[in-house]
């Protein structure tokens, strides 16, 4: 991506309803002790309701492996079910993808679907609440 296509990416995000379907919702991670942006994460909400919206994560590798993507996605689920209330959401990555299929099963989440590209999975807005009341 080049620097102007960064810069219009970061306009159109930043003045993106929140709610605004068929669009990914991208978010900056900071960590509060450097102000360093470490990573982001974000939301696809489709326009169709038998669709469930998809979240995606990225940290920089100096970064893994410290319980930053859980922290984030933890706080990122928890407002995706409060505010934005739908009955689930799916997180998918490569099948390569070790670490993130490890953070979606810490998180609770379950194996929807496997092909040789892509893993899914899924957490339900009820299973979501309860695995956050529990701790």
Known sequence: MST????????????????????WHGYAVQHLADGRVIGDLGIWLPSAPENAPDIGFQFHPAYH???????????????????????????TCASANMASQALMKRLGMRLVEAT????????TRVQWLTHVAAQ
Request: net charge negative.
């Open 65 to 91: 492996g410290r319980g930053y993507a859980r922290e984030a996605v933890e706080a990122f689920l928890t407002h995706t079910f409060t505010t934005l209330t739908p009955p689930r959401v799916t997180a």
């Open 4 to 23: 102007t296509e960064a810069a219009n990416y970061l306009r159109a995000q930043s003045i993106l309803d929140g709610r605004t379907l068929n669009a």
């Open 116 to 123: 040789p590209e892509d893993i899914q999975y899924d957490v």
